[in-house]
């Protein structure tokens, strides 16, 4: 810590935890995704008067099932953009590509527990190699500057 940041460790201390906490939650996510991925539709549609839904948990399957799909798609798109962005300029990242590709693949055939899997094992590698290269960017701060570099 120096004497000029007293707030440094603190920061760091929440990130850290912060981090922790989302290490466990999407430790919590995958059993979901192979439960939901399990079930069967068994109930057909049905509605209240007035067109409500009645809660459904064959539509909360689907619902969810596909929310899920098109936020792993968003993850590979981004991902993908951000290794195609930087494989050239930082060493070891074209090794994240066939990861990513297995990932995509993965998603096609609507394994989401392997595509997140993936998904996520790209992540590590890109942060180990972010560890002996500070200067790699992260993931999300490069897509969030190609978003606003493309809407300017």
Not at 37 to 58: A, K, L, Y
Not at 101 to 111: F, H, I, P
Request: charged share 15%; net charge negative.
């Amino acid at each position: 810590m120096s004497d000029s940041n007293p707030f440094a460790t603190t920061g760091s201390q929440q990130r850290s935890s912060d981090i922790q906490q989302l290490a466990g939650l999407l430790g919590n996510l995958m059993p979901l995704l192979m439960r939901l991925q399990s079930q069967g539709f068994e109930q057909s549609f049905r509605t209240m008067p007035g067109n409500f839904p009645i809660p459904n948990p064959v539509l909360d399957h689907q619902a969810s099932e596909n929310m899920i799909g098109d936020m792993l798609a968003a993850t590979l798109r981004s991902l993908s953009a951000y290794l195609e962005a930087n494989a050239a300029q930082y060493a070891g990242l074209e090794h994240c590509g066939p990861t990513v590709t297995q990932a995509a693949n993965r998603l096609a055939e609507r394994d989401y527990a392997q595509a997140f899997n993936l998904i996520w094992l790209s992540y590590r590698a890109i942060e180990t190699l972010r560890a002996a290269d500070p200067r790699l960017p992260l993931p999300q701060r490069a897509s969030i500057d190609q978003t606003q570099s493309s809407v300017h």
